[in-house]
């Protein structure tokens, strides 16, 4: 019996007893590979000997102080790192509890940005379909995935969505990516004109979709595109970075990859490695100066906002994983999961496409690999997926809805930064074999 109100009512869970490098153990002595770093969290594995003495030393300083009486060294320490590392043109951190309290703060930001530089009438907020963006009620509405918002419509603050940059479904027969970067840039500078340019406060998007579409990044020069429409109708851009950020795709910012700044950047997940509750906002110095030079606040605020143990262990995480020798091994372990994985599944009549980066990486299934149709979501294959992984030890994440919100499955395998070519080898076999014994079943 529990008393718990899990995410599934359905079956019971195994009970995680222990955590060691990249394996996670249950009460029945069953080992699993975490393939998929929780939901792309653990970025350095499980019981990091530094992280864990990091938060041991700050519980014996100061565990919690009220960021209305006072602030604290790590927290100042980490906001420091933080910016020494960020894309330029990023100046401020504010230090929240998770990905989806990030997204809330940043689309706040942005609105009082425009009220404080006299600006009011900005009031749309554009995204992407098929995004993801966080549960809370501001985050879930900037999302686009039809199928989380479906029930919560009707409370939902209107936004506005765009088509995603998905070239395996949409690019158009003889179009080139170049072309199709450019088609998409020139839907969201018509979404802005009928909105009213002067009424749009922020478009908002993941630099590489995460769980929604499964680690699908950008074509050509995309995000350079959207930069330049942003600019010229003072519309901010806003990047989540909650799943693909903190080193996941291979550089500590994802965007850095497609060489533009944001305005404002959310980041979590792998800030905390897992080890506490952490996200943050990344701000540029103009929204910093409309608030000191206005009003003099930011009219938002958590009761744990800039934690000190979890500034402590994201402090920590941080200075590790932003290593040279640590990005690296992303990048190669994420090269050997991507060339496994091709000669694994890419001839499998049921595999449609594998893509990601950086140790970041997307198995999209189809019933057809031709026409790219996909399975009937009667079938909930890719909960068949995960239960046949975890048979053979093996955490991935998989999810449905990939198409459209309601069809089509995807596999996400995020593990953690710190992992050998063994390994990546067994999450390889151990995917395939479930994969296979899903699409069987």
Same mark, same amino acid.
């Given at each position: 019996?529990?008393?718990?109100?899990?995410?599934?009512?359905?079956?019971?869970?195994?009970?995680?007893?222990? !955590?060691? *490098?990249?394996?996670?153990?249950? #009460?029945?002595? $069953? @080992?699993?590979? +975490?393939?998929?770093?929780? =939901?792309?969290? &653990?970025?350095? !594995?499980? *019981?990091?000997?530094?992280?864990? #003495?990091?938060? $041991? @030393?700050?519980? +014996?300083?100061?565990?919690? =102080?009220?960021? &209305?009486?006072?602030?604290?060294?790590?927290?100042?320490?980490? #906001?420091?790192?933080?910016?020494?590392?960020?894309?330029?043109?990023?100046?401020?951190?504010?230090?929240?509890?998770?990905?989806?309290?990030?997204?809330? #703060?940043?689309?706040?930001?942005?609105?009082?940005?425009?009220?404080?530089?006299?600006?009011?009438?900005?009031?749309?907020?554009?995204?992407?379909?098929?995004?993801?963006?966080?549960?809370?009620?501001?985050?879930?509405?900037?999302?686009?995935?039809?199928?989380?918002?479906?029930?919560?419509?009707?409370?939902?603050?209107?936004?506005?969505?765009?088509?995603?940059?998905?070239?395996?479904?949409?690019?158009?027969?003889?179009?080139?990516?170049?072309?199709?970067?450019?088609?998409?840039?020139?839907?969201?500078?018509?979404?802005?004109?009928?909105?009213?340019?002067?009424?749009?406060?922020?478009?908002?998007?993941?630099?590489?979709?995460?769980?929604?579409?499964?680690?699908?990044?950008?074509?050509?020069?995309?995000?350079?595109?959207?930069?330049?429409?942003?600019?010229?109708?003072?519309?901010?851009?806003?990047?989540?970075?909650?799943?693909?950020?903190?080193?996941?795709?291979?550089?500590?910012?994802?965007?850095?990859?497609?060489?533009?700044?944001?305005?404002?950047?959310?980041?979590?997940?792998?800030?905390?490695?897992?080890?506490?509750?952490?996200?943050?906002?990344?701000?540029?110095?103009?929204?910093?100066?409309?608030?000191?030079?206005?009003?003099?606040?930011?009219?938002?605020?958590?009761?744990?906002?800039?934690?000190?143990?979890?500034?402590?262990?994201?402090?920590?995480?941080?200075?590790?994983?932003?290593?040279?020798?640590?990005?690296?091994?992303?990048?190669?372990?994420?090269?050997?999961?991507?060339?496994?994985?091709?000669?694994?599944?890419?001839?499998?009549?049921?595999?449609?496409?594998?893509?990601?980066?950086?140790?970041?990486?997307?198995?999209?299934?189809?019933?057809?690999?031709?026409?790219?149709?996909?399975?009937?979501?009667?079938?909930?294959?890719?909960?068949?997926?995960?239960?046949?992984?975890?048979?053979?030890?093996?955490?991935?994440?998989?999810?449905?809805?990939?198409?459209?919100?309601?069809?089509?499955?995807?596999?996400?395998?995020?593990?953690?930064?710190?992992?050998?070519?063994?390994?990546?080898?067994?999450?390889?076999?151990?995917?395939?074999?479930?994969?296979?014994?899903?699409?069987?079943?």
């Amino acid at each position: 019996m529990t008393r718990i109100l899990h995410r599934s009512l359905n079956g019971r869970l195994p009970e995680a007893v222990a !955590g060691q *490098g990249v394996t996670i153990t249950d #009460a029945e002595g $069953r @080992s699993y590979i +975490d393939g998929s770093g929780g =939901a792309a969290v &653990s970025c350095l !594995g499980h *019981g990091h000997p530094d992280v864990l #003495a990091a938060m $041991r @030393s700050q519980m +014996d300083r100061i565990s919690y =102080a009220h960021t &209305s009486f006072f602030t604290t060294d790590i927290a100042e320490e980490l #906001a420091e790192r933080l910016i020494d590392l960020a894309p330029a043109g990023l100046d401020y951190v504010y230090l929240v509890s998770g990905g989806s309290e990030a997204v809330e #703060a940043a689309l706040k930001m942005a609105r009082q940005y425009f009220v404080e530089i006299g600006q009011p009438q900005r009031r749309h907020f554009i995204a992407r379909r098929q995004s993801y963006h966080g549960n809370t009620l501001g985050a879930l509405a900037a999302g686009g995935n039809a199928w989380r918002r479906a029930q919560f419509q009707p409370i939902l603050p209107k936004t506005h969505h765009v088509s995603p940059c998905y070239a395996y479904r949409d690019l158009r027969p003889g179009e080139t990516l170049e072309g199709y970067a450019a088609r998409l840039a020139d839907e969201l500078e018509a979404k802005i004109l009928e909105l009213g340019a002067e009424e749009v406060i922020a478009f908002v998007a993941e630099p590489v979709v995460g769980a929604t579409l499964g680690a699908v990044g950008p074509v050509a020069d995309y995000f350079a595109r959207v930069r330049r429409i942003c600019d010229k109708y003072g519309v901010l851009l806003i990047l989540d970075e909650v799943m693909c950020g903190m080193g996941r795709t291979g550089t500590m910012f994802a965007c850095e990859q497609d060489g533009i700044s944001p305005d404002l950047v959310t980041i979590a997940k792998g800030l905390g490695g897992g080890y506490q509750p952490i996200g943050a906002v990344l701000l540029s110095q103009r929204i910093y100066d409309s608030f000191a030079q206005g009003s003099g606040l930011f009219q938002h605020g958590h009761t744990y906002i800039c934690h000190p143990l979890a500034a402590a262990a994201a402090n920590k995480v941080v200075e590790i994983i932003s290593k040279p020798e640590m990005m690296e091994n992303v990048r190669l372990m994420g090269e050997r999961l991507q060339a496994g994985l091709d000669a694994r599944l890419g001839q499998h009549a049921h595999v449609g496409d594998i893509r990601g980066r950086g140790l970041f990486r997307g198995i999209e299934i189809v019933a057809d690999k031709e026409t790219k149709a996909p399975f009937d979501p009667a079938l909930k294959l890719h909960a068949r997926i995960k239960k046949e992984a975890m048979a053979r030890g093996l955490m991935s994440y998989p999810m449905g809805g990939t198409v459209d919100g309601r069809i089509g499955d995807h596999v996400l395998l995020a593990p953690p930064y710190i992992i050998q070519p063994d390994e990546i080898d067994l999450i390889v076999e151990r995917i395939g074999a479930a994969i296979d014994a899903a699409v069987r079943s």
